[in-house]
């Protein structure tokens, strides 16, 4: 669609980013009115019609802009813009809405089907969620090689259609599976109880204090009615949720909401909704400390894919297309996921003597760790590869230079290692934490963390142009030509805001005491 460099990458991110902040949408709505089962029916035939759009436009000439002149190329190729711009983003950001629900939707669904008042339940669900990132990473890799393979030999509309093949298909082979599924009964809006502890707390707090009235108001708070049972539900007995007599002392001002009067008696609240409050509240400074990572990660669909291009991508006799590059971290991620679960976990069960082996909070740090590496060898590696541009004299030559496109997979595969341990680890971390009817929402907040990290990649480039540009210097990461960018400087800014990062997750992590059985035993 002839967009720049840093439009393209800024396009990239912005949809990414979009579609991983929707699955918050799909968690709310998994939670609150519909079963995970429904909303990834919904889903997958949202993102079915997104991916139609998209294959119809690449399939006619006319949807798309005219193609660039090879004759006259001192000539800015003409950017996609007005109606067909608009088609273009409609099918994306549809494309982004379903894939939002699905990963809203469908991480719950499968951990919900085991049994969490055993240690085997539990185990079986921490291999679940291996083994979720493990076939995301199927996908991936049939992506960036068959699919991308066909879009640069074939055409768009080829790899658009077999995408759109795929989906459908998904929808039969889910059905499948109905008679056997546990279903979690939605139990209201988990934003409502949210919203009104924190109303409550603030109101409360400007009245007098009762005690009689304190214990009137424990006694008679609402609950949650408990869901009738509905064949292939999950009741209550199955739920390991606890019940709370009195408010506990940690973030004691939330207390005011039921230890107080209320102001209204809409806003009386149960110490359960309470402390259910309290639990969201303190993983939230988790799930903040991971957005630097997924910043990390967002620049391996964008800068390093650019890199790449410049390079020699030859394997032999095959020529590896710079979109397929990601394929260095799916298989990386494809061996240890494996290696991760039947041998690392196992001995560290052994060594440690509890049933997780490497608690949740220890398996994100490491993913943080190995960011803060990826991002000093990226570093490295620009630096290397500019130093063979400038020897070779190609530094405004669009000639592929002298070196192997396989250093840039250094930086994939210390980017796939993080995004395994931190994504497994974020997915089943807010799952276990989270209060029950909450736990859907909490779950999507794995993939927001994905989202806020594209979207903070965005603002960190125009942030960085903005600074570094001025009437006598050019910014670092604009123009058309990769080779004249500073993008050694920015990986390098990149690793020393994720070593703040990583500092700033070990104050939380360190004084973040587990609720969950099983999750720090």
Excluded at 107 to 114: D, I, K, L, N
Excluded at 314 to 338: N, R, T
Excluded at 360 to 383: F, N, T
Aim: glycine fraction near 6%; charged fraction near 15%.
């Amino acid at each position: 669609m002839h967009f720049s460099p840093t439009d393209s990458a800024n396009s990239v991110t912005n949809f990414m980013g979009t579609a991983f902040l929707l699955a918050l949408l799909g968690g709310f709505l998994s939670d609150a009115f519909f079963t995970t089962y429904h909303i990834y029916l919904i889903s997958a035939v949202i993102e079915f019609l997104g991916l139609v759009i998209l294959t119809v436009q690449a399939r006619s000439g006319s949807l798309k802009p005219p193609k660039c002149n090879p004759a006259t190329p001192n000539i800015p190729c003409q950017q996609v813009h007005g109606a067909k711009a608009a088609m273009l983003f409609l099918g994306l950001y549809l494309v982004a809405l379903g894939v939002g629900g699905i990963k809203g939707s469908l991480p719950s669904h499968g951990a919900e089907q085991f049994d969490e008042n055993t240690p085997r339940g539990r185990k079986q669900r921490s291999t679940f969620f291996n083994y979720f990132v493990f076939c995301l990473s199927c996908g991936a890799l049939f992506a960036v090689t068959l699919v991308v393979w066909i879009e640069d030999n074939k055409g768009w509309e080829w790899g658009f259609g077999i995408s759109t093949l795929t989906i459908l298909l998904s929808i039969p082979i889910f059905f499948g599976g109905s008679t056997f599924y546990r279903n979690k009964i939605p139990n209201g809006s988990p934003l409502t109880t949210i919203f009104k502890v924190l109303v409550a707390a603030m109101l409360n707090s400007c009245m007098a204090r009762s005690p009689s009235n304190a214990i009137e108001s424990m006694a008679t708070s609402p609950s949650p009615t408990p869901p009738s049972k509905q064949e292939g539900s999950i009741e209550n007995h199955d739920k390991v949720e606890e019940t709370y007599e009195s408010p506990s002392r940690s973030l004691k001002f939330l207390n005011r909401a039921v230890v107080n009067i209320p102001a209204f008696d809409a806003l009386k609240c149960s110490v359960q909704q309470v402390e259910d409050v309290k639990i969201v509240i303190k993983i939230l400074p988790i799930f903040i400390c991971t957005f630097m990572l997924n910043c990390c990660l967002a620049q391996l669909s964008t800068f390093s894919v650019q890199q790449a291009a410049t390079m020699n991508t030859k394997l032999g006799s095959l020529k590896v297309p710079p979109a397929s590059l990601p394929v260095f971290p799916v298989i990386f991620i494809m061996i240890l996921a494996p290696l991760y679960d039947h041998l690392i976990i196992p001995f560290a069960r052994r060594v440690t003597k509890s049933e997780t082996g490497i608690t949740h909070l220890q398996r994100i740090g490491v993913g943080l760790v190995l960011s803060i590496v990826a991002m000093a060898v990226a570093a490295l590696v620009e630096i290397k590869r500019k130093r063979v541009a400038a020897n070779s004299g190609l530094l405004d030559s669009t000639k592929p230079l002298p070196i192997s496109f396989f250093w840039i997979a250094l930086q994939y595969l210390f980017l796939g290692s993080a995004d395994l341990f931190t994504l497994a680890g974020l997915l089943e971390f807010f799952f276990t934490e989270a209060p029950v009817s909450m736990r859907s929402l909490a779950t999507s907040l794995s993939w927001a963390s994905l989202a806020m990290g594209y979207y903070l990649s965005t603002v960190i480039v125009s942030i960085v142009n903005n600074v570094t540009g001025d009437s006598k210097h050019k910014p670092w990461l604009s123009g058309r030509n990769l080779n004249h960018y500073h993008l050694e400087r920015f990986y390098w800014l990149m690793c020393a805001l994720s070593t703040l990062n990583f500092l700033h997750y070990l104050f939380w992590a360190v004084r973040y005491k587990y609720r969950s059985k099983g999750s720090n035993k």
